[in-house]
């Protein structure tokens, strides 16, 4: 099967995400045969490196034998059960080992980012329910936040190309002043800049407590926001507005969670050292490089607090949420094998040299019309000043002819590259990144 045929099957039978399918008979979708380590390879042979892992899943790089192996296991003893009265090995592992990590138990399973948003919505509404506070319906977010797109995470998030059309259907939210750090007036540091917001966030909550359900944020990082990057004293002061008014705070991990800004949940970043997840945050919502980017796979994790809240007689006040394939045995024991790799090979410690190197590489970047240069761990971005409304477009198109896999959210062009990847391959990146850039302008 070469680059043609599959090309024209796929148009004629899937209809793919986040596109506007006709914009392909100008510029045809990419057919990927394989994939190794950083590399994806197309049914011609050409390659590309995957800077953004595959948005945003791949951790471990492509036909990891590791992950690999762990699935083929699991295949042979259990393929799938129910989780509806029956459990099993790799989802009471996974669920531990997440639990000892995050400092917040019993897991709750689904398959994608946005069904976990679903889920820790639901959960803080019917907790308040449960607890004789009914009113508490109603939810916040920050501005430009992104956490999915299925009906309630939608409501929470706040990118208008998604949201607006479906607005008819939306339940309705606030969204609070994002404290991306370039936002900021002249002069104001990014801490001080965040410590207004937290600010503003603290007089909204304190006028609308009695209606507020719960903050939901993504920690470190609005990712769908163009890489919007802000300090984590936010964080801290979230939580201390909302254990004042009782008002939860949802951590929104998916993009961010795993490794990504530096420790292995953003939100461990909001205090000291040795600061934990149930620290800051009453739900976590996982997903994305939880399996190594292998197998589809989320979960929502909460105090004992909330957990107990549901437990009782009542079928009514439990927590009736399903999916056909919560906990699946094989996406459970890719999970595994990722956390398995997480510690074996000191992941989130040798994470802090790549981004180290990564950072060096990019100061390349500075002779074109940029600003805002930036990273957090291993999330790495700058904004192009450039008044082409096509850029984004124009930077992805050229970008695969250079073999390139980049994916700009507007004039911000970014990196989100597997760990795996080695010091020839971020120079390759960076060097043709630059290279890339300097034909569109």
């Not at 945003?56 to 059960?81: C, M, S, Y």
């Not at 449960?130 to 939810?139: A, Y």
């Not at 961010?256 to 009453?282: H, L, N, P, W, Y």
Request: proline share 4%; hydrophobic share 40%.
């Amino acid at each position: 099967m070469n680059n043609q045929e599959l090309l024209k099957r796929s148009m004629q039978s899937v209809w793919h995400p986040c596109t506007q399918m006709k914009q392909h008979e100008s510029f045809p979708l990419t057919p990927i045969q394989r994939g190794e380590g950083v590399w994806l390879y197309d049914a011609d042979g050409k390659k590309y490196l995957d800077t953004v892992s595959s948005w945003w899943v791949n951790l471990f790089g492509h036909n990891n034998p590791r992950i690999k192996d762990a699935i083929k296991q699991q295949l042979d003893t259990l393929e799938h059960v129910m989780l509806a009265g029956f459990t099993h090995e790799p989802v009471v592992a996974l669920s531990e080992q997440l639990a000892t990590l995050t400092g917040l138990g019993h897991a709750f399973y689904a398959s994608d980012g946005a069904s976990a948003t679903e889920i820790a919505l639901k959960m803080s509404f019917h907790y308040w329910r449960n607890v004789g506070l009914p009113n508490k319906t109603k939810f916040i977010s920050l501005q430009n936040s992104y956490h999915g797109e299925t009906l309630g995470a939608l409501a929470v998030t706040d990118v208008a190309i998604f949201k607006d059309t479906y607005a008819p259907l939306l339940m309705q939210s606030a969204q609070m002043p994002s404290p991306d750090f370039r936002l900021a007036e002249a002069g104001e540091s990014a801490a001080d800049y965040a410590l207004r917001c937290a600010l503003q966030l603290e007089q909204y909550v304190a006028q609308h407590h009695t209606e507020l359900a719960a903050f939901i944020i993504e920690p470190l990082v609005q990712c769908a926001a163009g890489m919007a990057m802000y300090h984590p004293v936010y964080l801290a002061k979230a939580r201390e507005t909302c254990s004042k008014y009782q008002v939860h705070l949802i951590a929104d991990e998916i993009a961010v969670g795993f490794g990504r800004t530096g420790s292995m949940f953003a939100t461990e970043q909001a205090a000291s050292e040795g600061c934990k997840v149930s620290d800051i945050a009453d739900f976590v919502c996982l997903s994305k490089g939880i399996t190594g980017g292998y197998l589809p796979l989320s979960a929502v994790l909460t105090t004992d607090n909330i957990y107990q809240a549901f437990y009782d007689q009542s079928t009514a006040r439990g927590f009736l949420h399903s999916h056909s394939y919560t906990g699946n045995p094989l996406a459970c024991s890719a999970a595994l094998a990722t956390l398995a790799i997480f510690k074996s090979d000191h992941v989130v410690q040798k994470n802090l040299a790549q981004s180290a190197l990564i950072v060096q590489e990019m100061q390349v970047l500075t002779d074109l019309p940029i600003q805002h240069m930036r990273h957090q761990g291993m999330i790495f971005a700058f904004d192009v000043v450039t008044g082409n409304h096509q850029f984004a477009k124009q930077c992805y198109q050229l970008a695969m002819q250079h073999g390139l896999l980049l994916r700009p959210i507007g004039n911000t062009v970014y990196y989100m590259p597997p760990y795996t990847i080695d010091a020839d391959e971020i120079a390759l990146m960076v060097q043709n990144t630059h290279q890339v850039i300097k034909q569109i302008l």
